[in-house]
T-cell receptor, first 110, second 113 residues
Framework: NAGVTQTPKFQVLKTGQSMTLQCAQDMNHNSMYWYRQDPGMGLRLIYYSASEGTTDKGEVPNGYNVSRLNKREFSLRLESAAPSQTSVYFC?????????FGDGTRLSIL | QKEVEQNSGPLSVPEGAIASLNCTYS??????FFWYRQYSGKSPELIMF????GDKEDGRFTAQLNKASQYVSLLIRDSQPSDSATYLCAVGFSGGGADGLTFGKGTHLIIQP
């Protein structure tokens, strides 16, 4: 049972490049989330999907898009990466219970 | 704007003592409250959750919730060096946090052998 799987684990991009972060869960959870974590800022919600077919903005959605591909998968896309998007990105999922987190993607934008 | 406040620490506690971590939140409509532990370079790991006023115990951990004071705490009894980590308080508006959680910035706990 893998839980929440994020790919890639590490990535370095140049400013202006695009990229999609992938997240998949095998726990049959309805809701999925993307957070970013920056030093001294804690975890901040970017986007979430309460159920398959729906997505909603969180606290810091600017510069990101998401796709809930199916019940298992929720991707996060950076269309034109900026240095301010350098962060650790966590995907999480839940089914009416506390959220379970993936191992994170460390993303650096040069 | 939903806000969750924690003392960033570091909080230093001798091994075997009780560690007390505190958190306040701004939104009176908050329904669910969580404590996560995060080791450096790792993902958050759920420790406790509580939905009702009062205390909830699980092994060496006790979560306490006071909705009137908008205050939630985590007590760790018989603290061990392996408890040294950052503890994140998180608050959800709906039961289970289905609409996403608001996190505090975390308290860095150090257990001194």
């Amino acid at each position: 049972n893998a839980g929440v799987t994020q790919t890639p684990k590490f990535q370095v991009l140049k400013t202006g490049q695009s990229m999609t972060l992938q997240c998949a869960q095998d726990m049959n959870h309805n809701s999925m989330y993307w957070y970013r974590q920056d030093p001294g800022m804690g975890l901040r919600l970017i986007y979430y999907s309460a159920s398959e077919g729906t997505t909603d903005k969180g606290e810091v959605p600017n510069g990101y898009n998401v796709s809930r591909l199916n019940k298992r998968e929720f991707s996060l896309r950076l269309e034109s990466a900026a240095p301010s998007q350098t962060s650790v990105y966590f995907c999480a999922s839940t089914r009416g219970q506390p959220q379970h987190f993936g191992d994170g993607t460390r993303l650096s934008i040069l | 704007q939903k806000e969750v406040e924690q003392n960033s620490g570091p909080l230093s506690v001798p091994e075997g003592a009780i560690a007390s971590l505190n958190c306040t939140y701004s939104d009176r409509g908050s329904q669910s409250f969580f404590w996560y532990r995060q080791y450096s370079g790792k993902s958050p790991e759920l420790i406790m959750f509580i939905y009702s006023n009062g205390d909830k115990e699980d092994g060496r951990f006790t979560a306490q919730l006071n909705k009137a004071s908008q205050y939630v705490s985590l007590l760790i009894r018989d603290s061990q060096p392996s408890d040294s980590a950052t503890y994140l308080c998180a608050v959800g508006f709906s039961g289970g946090g289905a609409d996403g959680l608001t996190f505090g910035k975390g308290t860095h706990l150090i257990i001194q052998p």
